[in-house]
């Protein structure tokens, strides 16, 4: 086993954000299709991670190959497929307060009897029935999934209501604290990584979100590479501590970082 | 001995004991004289007796809810249906005290309450509002409903809102259902603020009481089921408080990190049984 520097063994595995990282809106970043290829080339594990709720993995697949990118479905990891993972893991049966379009990630998982709540973002759900059917749940001890804690979201008509104050409110009525499992929580990453056979030391993550990507990558022992695309503003690796392990240009300039000194 | 205002009074003594030196009660009232539900709902019993024998006694009485589905006229009509002695002058819920507030401070509320609140505000302006109140509103707390009291407050310079309230949940006859203390919380995560709390258990609210009575603090014993806002909430005021195991009680309330009970009786009958059992002597 080769180590690349002091303490940390050779890479295994990269984590690459999507929005913001390998493409914006309907435009791929310049370069990244042939640096993804590169990188494949390299014999590490990649996988695609991105914290949406509403859009299943099919969904975004479309989007990607559309853009000329070389991925599977099976390497898309979101934060429902966290969900996912956690629920397997435990063998929970869950009560899914998520869109209807997500619910096509939880396919598969017994919904009979549910003894957890996993809260999405589900306007449909947060009324006042289902809510306190959840907290019944959570009161006779059923576990609160929270898929993320979004305050609020950007809709045509204006600002709605994210997950997170329903998950805020259900914590206060039953005195217990939601698992959350989207980035940047330490479950995300260690879910993303569980089936790929590798620890967090060997694993890098590219991301334009200094504390989502980044910051939660390197809390769960990861590396971070922060991309000067996307959401990205001057003076964002500032804002996390300890700083990202290298600040780039873009998504390309992260791999060519990843070919040179990682392997 | 401790000297208190000139006087020598007895070493504080705990409950029951303490029910000897008590000048008046004061009651919560669901979960404590009813449990509601289906229509009126239902007395509990030997509740309707222990009010009448607190009224025969020489211990000043009064009621403090933080009931918000109903107007005070009609939920004392409804107390009266049931069989309890009881009148508007002695209850005191929070709708009254938060229309006291906004004429104090000028301010104009969105309504995110019950329907059945709504007349309690018939006189008060809410064009053009700058703060949003929200009560127990059950289940005209829908996503839109929600929504719209959260657009309010997003969209102030500086937003206030007001909870009728805090409490996490009540019982009803048909299990446990969340209460307006939750739906405080998510506003308030939403909208990064914190809200203010009219009814229990804030000291201002249990001091009004406690200021009709003319009574000190030390001199009245609050009985609610409630541990937090009911028995708490009056403890910190310089009150007794003693939780009933009826209502929204749960065994895990006997064993409560930072509440301690001054007691814990079966029922408001059994506490005035004690109480009264005290004053004999």
Redesign the interface.
């Known amino acids: 086993m080769a180590f690349s520097m002091a303490g940390r063994r050779a890479l295994k595995a990269v984590l690459i954000d999507l929005s913001g990282t390998l493409h914006v809106e309907d435009m791929a970043v310049p370069g990244a299709q042939e640096a993804l290829n590169r990188l494949r080339q390299a014999s590490v594990a990649v996988k695609f991670v991105t914290n949406t709720t509403k859009e299943s993995k099919r969904n975004l697949l479309e989007r990607l190959q559309h853009l000329n990118f070389d991925l599977q479905e099976n390497e898309i990891f979101t934060s429902l497929s966290a969900a996912r993972s956690l629920l397997e893991q435990k063998q929970h049966r869950p009560l899914l307060l998520v869109e209807d379009s997500a619910l096509e990630d939880f396919t598969g998982i017994d919904t009979s009897e549910p003894n957890a709540v996993v809260i999405g973002l589900a306007p449909d759900h947060f009324n006042y029935q289902t809510l306190n059917k959840a907290f019944r749940m959570i009161v006779d001890g059923a576990p609160l999934i929270a898929i993320h804690k979004a305050r609020y979201y950007r809709r045509k008509d204006g600002l709605a209501l994210g997950p997170g104050p329903f998950v805020t409110g259900l914590e206060y009525a039953t005195d217990c604290r939601a698992t959350v499992v989207g980035k940047p929580e330490k479950t995300f990453f260690a879910q993303a990584l569980s089936d790929l056979g590798c620890s967090p030391s060997e694993a890098v993550m590219i991301g334009d979100d200094a504390r989502d990507d980044v910051g939660g990558a390197q809390n769960a022992g990861m590396l971070g590479i922060l991309v000067r695309t996307g959401k990205y503003r001057e003076g964002d690796e500032n804002k996390i501590s300890p700083p990202p392990h290298l600040t780039c240009d873009s998504f390309p300039d992260a791999v060519e970082h990843i070919l040179q000194n990682l392997l | 001995m401790r000297m208190r205002s000139g006087h020598f009074v007895m070493a504080d003594e705990g409950w029951p004991g303490c029910a000897k030196s008590l000048k008046g009660v004061i009651l919560d009232m669901c979960g404590v004289l009813y449990d509601s539900g289906e229509g009126d709902g239902v007395a509990i019993p030997g509740s309707i007796e222990a009010v009448r024998r607190l009224k025969e006694s020489d211990l000043q009485l009064r009621f403090c809810t933080n009931e918000t589905q109903a107007t005070r006229e009609k939920f004392v009509a409804k107390l009266q249906r049931l069989g309890f002695d009881i009148s508007a002058s002695e209850v005191f819920p929070p709708a009254p005290a938060a229309i006291a507030v906004l004429k104090d401070r000028s301010l104009r509320p969105h309504l995110l309450v019950h329907d059945g609140l709504l007349p309690e505000f018939d006189g008060v302006d809410k064009t053009n509002p700058n703060c949003v109140i929200i009560g127990d509103a059950?289940?005209?707390?829908?996503?839109q409903n929600?929504?719209e009291a959260?657009?309010v407050l997003?969209g102030l310079e500086k937003p206030v809102l007001f909870s009728l309230g805090q409490g996490?949940?009540y019982k009803e006859t048909d299990?446990?259902?969340?209460?307006v203390?939750?739906?405080m919380?998510?506003?308030?995560?939403?909208?990064?603020l914190k809200a203010e709390v009219i009814g229990k258990p804030s000291p201002t609210f249990f001091q009004s009481v406690l200021n009709d009575m003319g009574l000190q603090s030390h001199e009245a014993l609050m009985i609610g089921d409630d541990l937090l806002n009911d028995v708490g909430g009056a403890q910190h005021c310089g009150m007794k408080g003693v939780q009933v195991r009826t209502g929204k009680y749960r065994p895990s309330d006997e064993r409560h990190p930072t509440v301690m009970a001054d007691g814990t009786v079966d029922n408001l009958a059994q506490a005035v049984e004690l109480i009264l059992n005290q004053r004999r002597r």
Do not use: Q
């Open positions: 059950a289940e005209y707390f829908s996503y929600l929504n959260f657009r997003i996490k949940y299990g446990l259902k969340l209460d203390g939750v739906y919380k998510a506003l308030e995560y939403a909208c990064d």
